[in-house]
Nanobody, 127 residues
């Protein structure tokens, strides 16, 4: 397991942008699949984005609701994964969680596939 600490959440108006960061401890960060999930009040935690590596190729995947607006990227030298969120909507309001694990290509969108989670950071988008 790795320890994950998120930051960068806050309050923003609709149409605005935020960048979330997730700093990870551990020497094998580059080998993990990293994911972002979110949970709104009264709803289940849902997949947002994931970034994984197969050999030398890096793959990014997104939930349909955020595709084209959010970008996930990582800096392996800094053991950090980022979620750039643009064109934010009120429905993006949630607690955002970073996750890490040795995840297969089939299961990257499933919460149960990850074994390390951060504490979460609140994102609130006002209309």
């Amino acid at each position: 397991q790795v320890q994950l600490v998120e930051s960068g959440g806050g309050l923003v108006q609709a149409g605005g942008s935020l960048r979330l960061s997730c700093a990870a401890s551990g020497r094998t960060f580059s080998g993990y699949t990293m994911g972002w999930f979110r949970q709104a009040p009264g709803k289940e935690r849902e997949f947002v984005a994931a970034i994984r590596r197969n050999g030398i190729i890096t793959y990014s995947s997104y939930a349909t609701s955020v595709k084209g607006r959010f970008t996930i990227f990582r800096d392996n030298a800094k053991n950090t994964v980022f979620l750039q969120m643009d064109s934010l909507k009120p429905e993006d309001t949630a607690v955002y969680y970073c996750a890490a694990g040795s995840v297969s290509d089939t299961f990257y969108s499933r919460t149960g596939a990850y074994d390390s989670w951060g504490q979460g950071t609140q994102v609130t988008v006002s209309s």
